[in-house]
């Protein structure tokens, strides 16, 4: 099996959920916090938005983490220069090729018109001296023939990773496991990411579906922040990986004060009930659960609470 590997987006995906900017100073402690966390990727940004956007992913890049700086870019050339002058190492090239696609985002553009966008917009990158992820959107409502053209022009194109996305979070596991296996399949050696929205609230159990089925890479945020109902939570991924023994936990304190972080900045209160991270995760309050945990704390804990920096409680 493939080790898994976590690109966290807070700093791009996170700034599109409602109401929330991150400042450059705010990005440079989440980034910080990220790569203590031992992310193998920060994904920071859109710098053809504004020279604030530039300036934001730059001061990212600047840190020098030991871990590339991902900034995002639609399938244009001005888009990925301004990419490669923020300084980052890899772009995010996204473009969808199904109806909706072609109805809505980019109309009147046919699928082989659109996969030459993707061919310009790769190799144009690969010029620019950037590293390559190519994201086929809305992915999951995508023919699957399709999808596999359009992914087989970015490999050609030299991307050099591949991105599944759920944009609108409507698949379920076992259909994300079909996808994926065949996927993998069709394209065994390319590393091939997941990004999926929560919008069924399906998005962990999909990414561990995913992974199961062959994907080597995962797309999250922290505290599940972005779009509508957001992404694959970081910090619930890590510990069912680490659970899983599929990756170690590099810093299990760390979860809830990245956690915290996020949620302070982005104004978004993180649920009391929310796993791992919640206020009340490994709270106990029935009088039997209260007896059981006060003898031995495993009787009510799925794991010991110490390894995510928390600690059993007790209230009445």
């Known amino acids: 099996m493939r080790p898994v590997r976590v690109i966290d987006a807070t700093l791009r995906e996170g700034c599109q959920a409602p109401g929330v900017r991150f400042d450059a100073t705010q990005s440079v402690e989440i980034a910080l916090a990220l790569a203590e966390l031992g992310v193998d990727m920060i994904e920071c940004g859109h710098p053809a938005v504004s020279a604030e956007e530039a300036h934001r992913v730059r001061s990212v890049v600047n840190l020098g983490l030991g871990r590339p700086v991902l900034t995002h870019a639609r399938a244009h050339r001005g888009d990925i220069l ?29 699928v082989d018109q659109l996969l030459g966008y993707v061919d310009d917009s790769v190799s144009y990158a690969r010029k620019c ?39 609108v979070g409507v698949l379920e596991p076992k259909e994300v496991a079909t996808r994926i296996a065949s996927l993998r399949g069709d394209l065994p050696s390319v590393d091939l990411e997941v990004h999926l929205h929560d ?15 062959g994907a080597n890479w995962v797309s999250t945020s922290v505290n599940g922040l972005g779009e509508r109902a957001g992404i694959t939570d970081l910090c619930l991924l890590l510990a069912n990986v680490h659970y899983r023994g599929q990756r170690e936990l590099v810093s299990g304190s760390a979860l809830r004060s990245v956690s915290a972080r996020v949620a302070e900045y982005s104004g978004t209160l993180v649920d009391d009930r929310r796993p791992v991270i919640g206020r009340h995760a490994f709270t106990h309050t029935a009088r039997l659960h209260v007896k059981a945990v006060l003898r031995d704390e495993e009787a009510y804990n799925w794991v010991p609470p110490e390894v995510f920096g928390a600690r059993s409680s007790i209230t009445k």
């Open 82 to 110: 301004a990419a490669a002058e923020a300084g980052a190492t890899w772009v995010g090239i996204f473009l969808g090729v199904n109806e909706v696609t072609r109805r809505t985002r980019v109309p009147n553009r046919s």
């Open 129 to 167: 001296g950037l590293r390559v992820r190519y994201t086929v959107e809305d992915a999951s409502r995508t023919e699957y023939s399709e999808m596999l053209r359009a992914f087989r022009a970015a490999l050609n194109a030299g991307a050099d990773r591949l991105c599944f996305a759920d944009t």
């Open 199 to 213: 919008d069924r609230g399906l998005a962990l159990a999909n990414a561990l579906a995913a992974v199961d089925a």
